[in-house]
């Protein structure tokens, strides 16, 4: 029998969108505003810790994979077992209608800032190796937001918000430690892109022997051991795995002799690192004594990949591994498969074992965390992310009715109530209406049937394009074509071309 249970609906209980925003905001704004020892929520815990040996507020740590279908893990019914995972899951709150972008800067940007990315031109495909923008500087991210509640912040792994300036980098938005690496993707075992090193600490290139996702890990866990526990620590743990190019330990390979396709088999490999390290996180916690005051978050980045052209950098040979369930598609496109993502929240005694049915985006993490930090957004520009917690934690009605799947120049997406519109706008045009409560799999176009519908989708979707600013990594495209040096033969070629 499972110990699911469904938190309450959204049905009568009318809440606009403009309304559920500013309370959204406001909540994470004032939830602290009586002493922080006596807040609301971590009343209870004063009673067991003094202030003095442990923080009213939450330790943070916030957990993303890379490319991980939504089947991909073994509370969904994957094969691929990922017992440390599930574990969390189940003791915790399954979010199983919770959104992303369709593909992996455009997510960090989200999260970081709790805006949709097409406010800040990062809404169309990733910073490619060659990009020298990034996330603008001028948009206040979580770490910032944080570290100005007092927390200590720290970065492991994956960045790819800008890394062709120092000023991009982790050190420079908010985290006092980074580890990893700048770029999209590399070699695992390498630490290289393109065959350039692009590992670091803190802002230093270092040299280093290993899989990185397992140092990604090891580094983790020497982040929590040397936290100072009178403070409150963030920590973001994000995973390359299992991206592109896919490679795993030979010992991790070799637990998968079973599964003969090299791709699927280094997938599952990749996962289970994750899995092992999200062990030795939570293990780390435990024997630090803060596991109690910890709020977990994991999530995936985007769908799994199943069109190659969204692969990255590497030449994938063969089938491509990743399942996204019943879900359609996958990374890079506007459908479930790509912008549904497997996620869940974990804290002990503070979040009740369950599944929330309720919608959530990526943004609503900032102001949610922020909340539950007594953390001022006093600096940020408009959210459009929502507080979450009463409704996770409480019971609440979900303030949530509309997911923005993404918007730009080419095509966009919106979400309201059941009703999804997938709006391509380039020529031929092409217009998709789905039921998503009758059919998630986006099986059946709606759109003839029922055009006032979709009049009023596009409208928003025009609205909020209306809003947007122009994609950087187009105006980058338009650098690179037109504004860099001729291109001529080599004096060989000329040579053996004669007159």
Request: proline share 7%; hydrophobic share 40%; aromatic share 10%.
């Amino acid at each position: 029998m499972s110990n699911d249970r469904d938190f309450p609906a959204e049905a009568g209980n009318k809440i606009t969108r403009r309304d559920a925003l500013m309370a959204g905001t406001a909540a994470a704004v004032s939830r602290f505003a009586a002493p922080v020892g006596l807040s609301g929520v971590f009343a209870g815990l004063a009673g067991v810790q003094s202030a003095a040996a442990e923080p009213a507020q939450p330790n943070i740590v916030y957990i993303v994979s890379d490319d991980q279908g939504w089947l991909d893990v073994g509370y969904h019914g994957s094969d691929i077992k990922t017992p440390n995972i599930d574990k969390l899951a189940a003791e915790g709150a399954k979010l199983e209608e919770y959104y992303v972008q369709p593909m992996c800067t455009p997510t960090r940007c989200a999260l970081m800032t709790g805006r949709y990315p097409l406010r800040y031109g990062m809404q169309v495909g990733v910073v490619p190796a060659a990009g020298t923008y990034g996330l603008p500087l001028d948009e206040t991210l979580l770490p910032q937001v944080l570290k100005g509640a007092g927390y200590q912040t720290a970065m492991s792994g994956k960045w790819h918000l800008g890394h062709a300036k120092t000023d991009y980098w982790p050190k420079q938005r908010g985290f006092d430690s980074f580890y990893g690496a700048t770029v999209g993707e590399i070699d695992h075992f390498k630490h290289a892109s393109h065959g350039i090193p692009d590992w670091y600490r803190n802002n230093k290139p270092i040299k280093e022997k290993g899989f990185d996702n397992t140092l990604f890990g090891r580094e983790a866990v020497r982040v929590i051991n040397t936290h100072d526990p009178k403070k409150p620590l963030f920590l973001y743990l994000a995973f390359t795995a299992p991206h592109t190019p896919f490679q795993a330990p030979k010992e991790y390979l070799d637990r998968f002799s079973n599964i003969t396709d090299e791709n699927r088999r280094a997938y599952a490999a990749m996962i289970t690192v994750i899995d092992d390290e999200v062990g030795n996180v939570v293990a780390a916690l435990e024997k630090k004594g803060i596991r109690d005051n910890t709020l977990i978050v994991f999530m995936s980045d985007n769908g799994g990949v199943i069109n190659s052209m969204f692969t990255g950098d590497s030449k994938v040979e063969g089938k491509l591994p990743a399942n996204n369930g019943p879900y359609r598609e996958g990374k890079g496109t506007l459908y479930e498969g790509g912008t549904r993502s497997v996620a869940f929240m974990n804290w002990p005694g503070k979040i009740k074992p369950g599944v929330f049915n309720g919608l959530m985006h990526v943004v609503d993490m900032l102001p949610t965390l922020a909340g539950l930090a007594g953390a001022k957004l006093d600096k940020n520009k408009p959210l459009d992310g929502m507080d979450m917690w009463p409704a996770i934690n409480d019971g609440k009605p979900a303030p949530r009715t509309e997911i923005v799947y993404n918007v730009d120049p080419m095509s966009g997406a919106v979400r309201e109530g059941d009703w999804k519109l997938v709006w391509s706008a380039t020529l031929p045009q092409k217009v998709e209406l789905f039921n998503l409560a009758q059919d998630k799999s986006e099986a059946t176009n709606l759109a003839d049937k029922n055009p006032d519908k979709v009049k009023e989708l596009q409208a928003r979707i025009t609205e909020l394009a209306s809003q947007m600013k122009p994609p950087l990594l187009l105006m980058e495209a338009l650098r690179l074509t037109y504004f860099t040096p001729l291109v001529t033969p080599s004096p060989q070629e000329m040579f053996a071309a004669g007159d």
